[in-house]
């Protein structure tokens, strides 16, 4: 693979360097190439073939294995089909979420947090995030039941747990 990249940089050069029609006097005659060499109209057409994408030229098959040349930060989250993540909320995942406080209200606790935008946001039990949704919240964590990409891991879910004291979380 390094070897046919290199070999089209430096054709590409090459026909780069070649001086175009406009440039260079027009031939008396048409001069034959060397046995083994190309003529340059030859040479251009070549890389013009090699270096186009042509629909249905590539496939890939997965086995399992993710696509390398798909971005990772598009595809991050459940593999629910979705390519971009939506706003607010229901786009961040766990890890980008700091717990900064917990509210007691009378219909329960409210979890406040913090996300990668700088905006706190309240959340209730059985708010859903993109790749989790909070099954409960307490007076100082709130758990998350995280869904778990990784398929050739056997569990499909997990418990997160976020402690309004870091020094709780480093015990668990």
Do not use: C, H, W
Request: charged share 20%; net charge positive.
């Amino acid at each position: 693979m390094k070897q046919a990249l290199a070999l089209a940089i430096l054709l590409v050069a090459l026909v780069g360097a070649l001086p175009t029609a406009a440039q260079q006097p027009a031939p008396a005659a048409p001069a034959a190439a060397a046995p083994g060499e190309l003529s340059k109209d030859a040479l251009k057409d070549i890389l013009e073939k090699e270096l186009t994408i042509q629909p249905g030229m590539y496939t890939y098959q997965p086995a399992g294995r993710r696509d390398p040349f798909v971005s990772l930060l598009v595809n991050v989250g459940p593999s629910e089909g979705q390519t971009k993540r939506p706003n607010g909320m229901p786009g961040f995942l766990v890890q980008e979420l700091a717990l900064k406080g917990i509210v007691k209200d009378q219909g329960g606790f409210i979890a406040m947090l913090q996300a990668t935008d700088g905006k706190s946001y309240f959340a209730k039990t059985g708010q859903r995030f993109y790749d989790a949704v909070i099954i409960a919240i307490d007076a100082a964590t709130v758990t998350f039941r995280q869904e778990v990409t990784d398929p050739l891991s056997p569990v499909k879910t997990r418990d997160v747990k976020k402690s309004l004291y870091s020094s709780e979380e480093a015990r668990q």
